[in-house]
């Protein structure tokens, strides 16, 4: 399949594009608003061009679109409107909204559109759902902490402004954990939030963020970009039972996005969906969005 590749930070140059090389993918345009960097990336992967042109962009059967948070959506909808399937780097828009639109189009369109989150193909999946459907009303509790502090040069100053990221730590990281929840229980019927230490630019670094099912279950989950001890990992307590995954990306695939774009090309193949669907990843905003809302009340 001929892919096109928005973007040309970080994910791009270390995951997609080796990725789509490892499986034999023809990445053929690399676009981003510098068109000399965007250039000068394809350059050094042997992709035949790179440059700002839309038109070049839509000229694939699929896009990878990799932008910051804030061009995930206008990107995505502009290839879905030319007739390409469409992958999206997580969060799918965070608090910024405007993903149900890209549902709608890629259902309108016959098209794929799926978002990475990757993490539904390893193995913390399949034990979160073992032991968050086993009858019971679960206790979880969700802890992510990892320094990030990025300098004023640093290319990923952007994502400690909210208007481009779509929101801080939690839009963030936590969207990957957050989708791991929702994937196995579903929309919560309740989400307060508290956010602390925030960047000059607005984004908060740590989150704290609870939610409740209707089945009773119940997720404290605490993001912080923060010095200190590194930990990622998942407590779940339901029946009596206990589950522990730490860290939570134990048994995951060294280069996550290999199975994340075998599955996408085999959805695409098959006529399926994705592993992530456009509509699920919806879902992870509104949390996102509506934390936001309760941590700015909270603070008054």
């Known amino acids: 399949m001929r892919w096109a590749v928005a973007g040309y930070g970080d994910v791009v140059r270390r995951r997609v594009l080796p990725a789509l090389r490892a499986l034999g993918e023809e990445p053929v345009y690399v676009w981003g608003r510098d068109a000399g960097r965007a250039a000068r990336t394809a350059a050094e ?17 699929a896009v990878y679109v990799a932008t910051p948070v804030a061009g995930h959506v206008p990107v995505a ?20 909204g405007g993903g149900g639109a890209l549902a709608e189009a890629a259902a309108a369109a016959g098209l794929c559109a799926g978002v990475a989150y990757y993490r ?11 032991a968050l459907t086993a009858g019971a009303p679960a206790r ?30 939690l839009a963030d990281a936590g969207s990957h954990r ?28 740590r ?17 912080a970009w923060v010095g200190g001890a590194e930990r990622d ?53 509104d949390i996102v969005t509506t934390a936001c809302w309760a941590a700015r009340f909270r603070n008054g």
């Open 178 to 205: 957050l989708d791991l929840l929702l994937s196995v229980l579903g929309p919560p019927v309740r989400v307060g939030a508290r956010f602390g230490r925030r960047f000059p630019a607005g984004a908060e670094r």
């Open 140 to 169: 979880v509790q969700l802890t992510f902490c990892t320094p990030f502090d990025p300098a004023p040069d640093d290319p990923g100053l952007w994502r400690t402004d909210p208007a481009v990221a779509g929101g801080g730590v």
């Open 120 to 130: 539904r193909l390893g193995p913390a999946a399949r034990q979160l759902r073992e």
């Open 77 to 96: 909808l502009h290839a879905l409107r030319a007739g390409c399937h469409v992958l999206v780097e997580k969060p799918l828009a965070g608090a910024l």
């Open 233 to 285: 990992r998942i407590d779940v307590t339901a029946g009596g039972r206990f589950l522990t995954l730490d860290p939570l990306d134990a048994g995951l695939a060294p280069e996550p996005h290999v199975p994340l774009i075998a599955d996408f090309t085999a959805a695409v193949r098959e006529g399926r969906a994705p592993v992530c669907p456009v509509a699920d990843a919806v879902l992870v905003d």
């Open 207 to 223: 989150a704290h963020v609870t939610l409740g099912w209707a089945s009773g279950t119940s997720a404290e989950c605490r993001f």
């Open 45 to 61: 992967f042997g992709v035949p061009a790179g440059g700002d042109d839309p038109a070049r962009l839509t000229a694939a059967d």
